[in-house]
């Protein structure tokens, strides 16, 4: 049985790819996907109880939320 956790984790991964192979044109689409596999990836590390890798997420995912916010106040 798979931990939901270790799921989230995986999910998190893989969105955090999606959005790397995605097109650099389409940068709020690509934030969006940082945001929803960081989150993941954060529940994930307070699982693992890794204060490191909370702190690395929580910062990649506060700087793909200031990416939407600046690219939304130059349109």
Same mark, same amino acid.
């Given at each position: #049985?798979?931990n939901?956790?270790k799921? &989230?984790?995986v =999910? ?5 790819i999606?959005? =790397? &192979? ?5 940068r709020?689409?690509?934030?969006? &996907?940082?945001?929803?596999g960081?989150?993941?990836?954060? /529940?994930? /590390?307070?699982?693992i109880?890794?204060? =490191?890798? =909370? #702190?690395?997420q929580?910062?990649?995912? &506060? ?9 939304s106040?130059?349109?």
């Amino acid at each position: #049985m798979i931990n939901t956790f270790k799921l &989230l984790g995986v =999910i998190g991964l893989i969105l955090i790819i999606i959005g =790397i &192979l995605i097109k650099p044109k389409n940068r709020k689409l690509r934030d969006i &996907l940082y945001i929803l596999g960081g989150l993941a990836l954060t /529940s994930y /590390s307070f699982y693992i109880k890794d204060t =490191i890798f =909370i #702190m690395l997420q929580i910062i990649f995912v &506060l700087v793909a939320i200031f990416d939407i916010f600046r690219i939304s106040k130059k349109k």
